[in-house]
């Protein structure tokens, strides 16, 4: 059971990236996944989860109008777009699948993690 994200790297400020989280040895139809990010000092975060039964999104507010979240269940793997970075969205990002189809973006609601994937937003 292993949950891989991948795409981080380095953009300058208003760039995007496009993060991606690939399970292996298990389904992610039907669960919820959730993305995650922890700042250097900071606590791990909630950013943005999708259902596992009807693919509604759910974004905290750093997220808002500027990150989505969606799904591809053929490929078992789920993405993080994320637009206008900042300063502020610099983090390791982590993505994370529930037991269930839904679950509350909080790191207690999930039960696989990946390993994490470093964004810094940097000029």
């Known amino acids: 059971v292993q949950l891989q994200a991948s795409g981080g790297g380095l953009v300058r400020p208003g760039g995007s990236l496009r993060l991606t989280c690939v399970a292996s040895?298990?389904?992610?139809?039907?669960?919820?996944v959730g993305w995650f990010r922890q700042a250097p000092g900071k606590e791990r975060e909630g950013v943005s989860c999708?259902?596992?039964?009807?693919?509604?999104?759910y974004d905290k507010d750093p997220a808002k109008g500027r990150f989505t979240v969606s799904r591809d269940d053929d490929k078992n793997t789920v993405y993080l777009q994320m637009n206008s970075l900042k300063p502020e969205d610099t983090a390791v990002y982590y993505c994370?699948?529930?037991?269930?189809?839904?679950?509350?973006?909080?790191?207690?609601?999930?039960?696989?993690w990946g390993q994490g994937t470093l964004v810094t937003v940097s000029s």
């Open positions: 999708i259902s596992g039964s009807d693919g509604k999104t």
């Open positions: 994370a699948a529930a037991l269930s189809s839904m679950a509350p973006v909080v790191p207690s609601g999930y039960r696989y």
């Open positions: 040895g298990f389904s992610l139809r039907y669960r919820a």
